[in-house]
């Protein structure tokens, strides 16, 4: 079981990003998806998580307006839009398949974790 999560990168403050995670359909199909970050020297926390049919999405309070996640279950494919970025949210981003059909902010609800990207905004 692998989950590849790509698009990180370096940007501007108030710049965007496009981050994706791919799975195997067996991976995805039924569970929710969450992305997580890690800023270094802290704990991995909740960003962002999307239902199986994507009718139901949940943000940390910091992303709320600025951070969108979609899912597009043809591709096995969940996607994280980041506007508006700020210095604070430089960290890695890990997306993580959730063995519940609805997300939860709490990491141990993931079973499978990909390998993470790299997102790095400058001030």
């Known amino acids: 079981v692998q989950l590849q999560a790509s698009g990180g990168g370096l940007v501007q403050a108030g710049g965007s990003l496009t981050l994706s995670c791919a799975a195997s359909k067996r991976t995805f199909s039924n569970n929710a998806v969450g992305w997580f970050r890690q800023a270094p020297g802290k704990e991995r926390e909740f960003v962002a998580g999307?239902?199986?049919?994507?009718?139901?999405?949940l943000y940390t309070d910091s992303v709320k307006g600025r951070f969108t996640i979609s899912r597009d279950n043809a591709k096995n494919t969940v996607y994280l839009q980041m506007n508006s970025l700020k210095p604070g949210d430089t960290a890695v981003y890990y997306c993580?398949?959730?063995?519940?059909?609805?997300?939860?902010?709490?990491?141990?609800?993931?079973?499978?974790w990909g390998q993470g990207t790299q997102v790095t905004v400058s001030s």
């Open positions: 993580g398949s959730n063995r519940l059909s609805q997300p939860t902010q709490a990491s141990e609800f993931y079973r499978y």
């Open positions: 999307i239902s199986w049919r994507g009718e139901s999405t």
